[in-house]
């Protein structure tokens, strides 16, 4: 192989022409040849010797398992002399070529930039480095070496690895639990999968997983201890890598505490055979503080105070778990509408989207005696609020009138029977509010009106509501005074007989409720006591719904059953029920069991902080045999333990910023932020403390390790926050691995081999630099003309030879 001269500055060369022009002097011959030399030193010669040699840099990591090495081996290298032998991963070493992987090297990780900090401090001028291109550790085009490096890409083995396991971060003692194996796979290939509980084994799922990811899910009964240890491994026939083919996570189980039924005897009955512990009770255990892991409804919201209401929407939003069944007094039969745990329900009790709708005349009878003025606010203006809410239920063929009493003399109507449209209601809305209370409280007057005038409509359904606060002076006087005694239970059935149904409310503890009982069970109506007189505009509503919708669905059928997380697997069809109330799903709410036209039967939702769902059956007379399906009560139970899930007073989330977890903890109790907290984030061994960014919100960031996926948040000792994190295995996520090598090879000035072909590397030169040997001489000859100037003389040949020229 021919080398090369060169130089570096060839015009200084130049002057070697001045050399014959300069004055010549004793020895001038060795100092022409001393400048000579030195002008030749100082344009910087050198040369340059081809040469086939090459160091390699072998990567022996675990997503290799020596496969490198092998077709390090195999390979045809045309090199002049035995290449000096690297080994890495997450360190390097030196070694032959024929040697197997050092004992002592961590193959677990990959450091690619270290190998090629290594190579860069030998005394190599080129070299071939044969890897999967992946790195666990450092960053390689950060800290490429100035000699050009071949690539070899060799790829990574085969690999089914468990990627996550998902479980929910909390859940109740006998809740069934459904967690999720996340599979990732190179190949398609046959898995068992192995889950555990506490060191329980599980019963093994076998699988085929395609190439890519796969979910399996698999559940198990949450016993009644603290922490669930939730564990699960995979296994395969092909030999691969097995550092990344099991995931622990970890479960909160929630405190054992007593689910509130509200008069339902059969849920509470049901709920006892699943295992809960059960307050069965009325309206009057609604106190704060709500201390149940659940409540449950059936029952008119006119038992329940204003306070009950909002106490019951607070306990969901903060985290409680709300269930409302289906009975004579739920939902639209319950004056619910519009109230405060309607708004947390997953379903509207107003069906809005109904498209068939009968032509309603419906006729408002309202006292207006003084008695009406009393209370703050005034039941005068309650009654106004309800009635406002009446009209604006309204559909706009819908007919509505409203007469106010007092005394006989004083009955008038405060709008005659007329449409709901939008011009009539704003008439409406006008009339009722310009209504005085006056007199005192005569009946028979008004109610007779009212029944004449729906009479003469040609309304399908006709219905009066008449609310009195007070006694009916009918057939007698304020001053005791007696008469004729109206029986306003004959005029009901009379009303009845002409298809006119009546219902009445009576207001506060002084009213007739003798009288207006009796009339709406001879009417075919509904008998209210709004004894709270501010649950008056819900009672009014719920009426106005109730008598002029369809809600109760009475046809035998089989509900439609969805898929869904809360479903059982393998529970089969659901059999036929017989009623339920009609409602309309909210958004964002979930159906579980569907009924006519897709109306809801069971229904759950997230609200707030809270979960609420609704069973619009009656299992105590509707449900049938949907009732007595031996799958109801583990349906139910599943149901009521989503309920009980509570939210945790320390909510971690964690998202993956680089190479750092970042952590944001919002910790919120009973509805309060827990502000001025100290805590503390543990994680693969490092601290991190968390600073305060917003109330209640701390945040910490801590380096990712691929040495644990659990992240503990920590107050002083205890542990208030466990989440699972998963960072896949750095040394077997090899993705970009080939242009990572590609890129190597392309900025250091080296190539991309082959490996089928034989590697002959066209490494630098071995470049002499000349110039230090040439000064070196130019410096002897100097010394040899100075030499000989001072002592010439006294040389014999010299003397005689300066004789023999005189």
Not at 82 to 93: G, H, I, K, L, Q
Not at 156 to 167: A, D, I, P
Not at 174 to 195: F, R
């Amino acid at each position: 192989m021919l080398g090369s001269f060169s130089l570096e500055w060839p015009w200084i060369l130049l002057g070697l022409l001045l050399l014959p022009f300069l004055r010549r002097k004793a020895y001038w011959s060795l100092r022409y040849a001393g400048l000579g030399i030195m002008l030749i030193a100082l344009s910087q010669p050198s040369f340059t010797q081809p040469s086939k040699t090459a160091a390699l840099l072998i990567d022996v990591s675990d997503s290799l398992s020596g496969n490198a090495l092998e077709l390090s081996r195999e390979l045809d290298l045309d090199l002049e002399r035995t290449p000096d032998v690297y080994v890495f991963a997450s360190d390097v070493t030196q070694t032959e070529l024929k040697e197997d992987v050092p004992g002592f090297l961590d193959t677990g990780q990959t450091d690619l930039a270290k190998a090629l900090q290594v190579l860069q401090a030998s005394d190599n001028q080129r070299a071939l480095l044969i890897s999967d291109g992946g790195e666990s550790l450092g960053e390689a085009l950060k800290a490429l070496p100035n000699i050009p490096v071949d690539t070899l890409y060799v790829a990574s083995l085969n690999n089914t690895r468990l990627l996550n396991l998902v479980v929910p971060d909390s859940v109740s003692p006998g809740e069934t639990v459904e967690a999720t194996a996340v599979i990732e796979s190179d190949m398609p290939t046959e898995i068992t999968l192995s889950p555990s509980v506490n060191g329980a084994d599980l019963s093994p799922i076998i699988q085929e997983v395609p190439a890519g990811r796969t979910a399996i899910p698999f559940r198990f009964q949450a016993a009644d201890v603290a922490t669930l240890d939730v564990s699960a491994r995979i296994s395969t026939s092909v030999s691969q890598p097995v550092q990344d083919d099991s995931q622990t996570a970890f479960v909160s189980v929630n405190n054992r505490t007593p689910v509130l039924v509200i008069d339902d005897p059969a849920m509470a009955n049901l709920l006892r055979t699943q295992g809960f512990d059960v307050v069965e009770t009325g309206p009057e255990a609604v106190v704060a503080p709500l201390e149940y892991s659940a409540v449950i409804l059936r029952d008119s919201a006119a038992k329940f105070t204003t306070g009950q209401l909002e106490l019951l929407e607070s306990y969901v939003l903060n985290g409680g778990g709300l269930m409302m069944t289906g009975g004579p007094d739920s939902f639209g039969f319950g004056a619910w509408y519009r109230t405060p745990v309607e708004s947390v329900l997953p379903v509207n009790t107003d069906l809005r989207t109904e498209v068939d709708l009968p032509l309603v005349g419906l006729v408002i009878v309202l006292d207006r005696s003084q008695s009406m003025s009393t209370g703050n606010p005034s039941k005068i203006d309650l009654a106004k609020e309800g009635a406002i809410s009446v009209v604006d239920l309204a559909y706009k063929d819908d007919l509505l009138g409203m007469i106010v009493f007092s005394d006989a003399g004083s009955t008038e109507w405060a709008f005659q029977l007329r449409r709901a449209t939008d011009q009539g209601k704003r008439e409406m809305l006008s009339s009722i509010l310009a209504i005085e209370t006056e007199g005192g409280t005569v009946l028979q007057p008004a109610y007779e009106q009212a029944i004449t005038a729906l009479e003469q409509t040609e309304a399908s359904i006709k219905h009066i509501i008449i609310l009195s606060d007070g006694k009916l002076y009918d057939g007698g006087n304020v001053f005791g005074a007696t008469g004729q005694v109206v029986d306003f239970e004959a005029v009901a059935q009379a009303a009845l007989d002409l298809g006119i149904t009546s219902s009445t409310i009576a207001i506060g503890d002084g009213a007739d409720f003798e009288r207006l009982s009796a009339i709406a069970s001879a009417g075919g109506g509904r008998y209210y006591e709004a004894l709270n007189v501010s649950t008056l505009p819900q009672i009014f509503t719920n009426e106005a719904l109730t008598a002029t919708r369809s809600l109760l669905r009475e046809e035998a059928f089989a509900p439609n059953l969805r898929t869904h997380p809360l479903i059982p697997n393998n529970i089969g069809a659901a059999p036929s029920l017989n009623a339920y109330i009609a409602t309309s799903l909210k958004e964002n709410a979930e159906t579980l069991l569907d009924g006519l036209q897709g109306e809801p039967i069971l229904a759950v939702h997230r609200q707030g902080l809270g979960r609420t769902a609704a069973l619009t059956t009656d299992l105590n007379g509707w449900a049938g045999d949907l009732g007595n399906w031996a799958a109801t009560p583990s349906l139910m139970g599943t149901v009521v333990r989503w309920l009980q899930a509570r939210p945790v007073a320390y909510a971690a989330q964690v998202n993956r910023e680089g190479q750092s977890w970042h952590v944001i903890v919002d910790a919120v109790k009973d509805g309060q932020y827990l502000n001025n907290e100290t805590l503390e984030l543990r994680y693969g061994g490092a601290n991190a403390a968390f600073e305060q960014v917003a109330p209640g919100r701390y945040e910490a960031y801590i380096p990712v390790s691929a040495d644990s996926n659990t992240l503990i948040v920590v107050d002083g000792e205890e542990v208030v926050a466990r989440k699972q994190v998963y960072s896949q295995n750095a040394e077997f996520d090899t993705t970009g691995g080939e242009e990572t090598l590609q890129q190597i090879a392309q900025r250091t000035g080296g190539q991309v081999v082959d490996s089928s072909q034989t590697y002959r590397p066209i490494a630098p030169a071995n470049q002499t630099q000349l110039w230090p040997y040439l000064a070196l001489l130019a410096f002897l000859l100097f010394l040899v003309e100075l030499f000989l100037r001072r002592f010439g003389e006294f040389l014999p040949r010299q003397k005689s030879q300066r004789q023999a020229g005189a």
